[in-house]
């Protein structure tokens, strides 16, 4: 099974500033099949990047995947309102089972 | 645009069996993965199990003896059974399109297991 170690637990930023998460995995993810959520109090994720670099259909260009093998990133180039969520990253490519990271949580500094 | 809704009682008893169902809307049941994801209360979420709709399933190791997914075409569903349930097995549960990615989630439903 593939552990995913998400860093920061939680990262405290103010809008317009970049976001840098951080998902690693203890061992190499098959094809880079990794994938990036968003969740939002009560709600369910919404995901966000797939294929570790694949915007999914509407997501903002400001949402930039990136990384292969065992160390991948997420970054939102400047925070909206509306970005504060929790982050989960999930790897798809050594399953099953399919596994998730602990999740990161961007809050307003 | 496919919606999926999962329903079913919002409290269990300790080593009873939990059944939820899933049911999907505006679109097929088939042709696809479906699949049951949870998230205990404030923490990260944990893979169930998926179900192809012609039968086959593929289960989390963890959970393997005391998880059941199966699939009602007719009726559009998936459904979740999860025998001798504890504490832990508490969370939001959700279901959702796919056996890799995720596009299509249901809201969840919130079972409690407590005596």
């Known amino acids: 099974e593939i552990v995913l170690t998400q860093s920061p637990g939680t990262l405290s930023l103010s809008p317009g500033e970049r976001a840098t998460l951080s998902c690693r995995a203890s061992?190499?993810?098959?094809?880079?099949?990794l994938a990036w959520y968003q969740q939002k109090p009560g709600q369910a994720p919404r995901l966000l990047i797939y294929g570790a670099s694949s915007r999914a259909t509407g997501i903002p260009d400001r949402f930039i995947g990136s990384g292969s093998g065992t160390d991948f990133i997420l970054t939102i180039s400047r925070l909206e309102p509306e970005d504060f969520a929790v982050y989960h990253c999930?790897?798809?490519?050594?399953?099953?089972?399919?596994?998730f990271g602990g999740g990161t949580k961007v809050e307003i500094k | 645009q496919v919606q999926l809704q999962e329903s079913g009682p919002g409290l269990a008893k300790p080593s009873e069996t939990l059944s939820l169902t899933c049911t999907v809307s505006g679109g097929s049941i088939s042709g696809y993965y479906w699949s049951w994801i949870r998230q205990p209360p404030g923490k990260g979420l944990e893979w169930v199990g998926y179900i192809y709709y012609g039968g086959t399933t593929n289960v989390n190791p963890s959970l393997n003896r005391r998880v059941t997914i199966s699939v009602d075409t007719s009726k559009n569903q998936i459904s979740l059974k999860l025998s001798s349930v504890t504490a832990a097995d508490t969370a939001m549960y959700y279901c959702?399109?796919?056996?890799?990615?995720?596009?299509?989630w249901g809201l969840g439903t919130l079972v409690t297991v407590s005596s």
């Open positions: 061992q190499s993810v098959s094809s880079g099949y």
């Open positions: 959702a399109r796919g056996s890799g990615y995720y596009v299509y």
């Open positions: 999930q790897q798809y490519g050594n399953s099953p089972p399919l596994t």
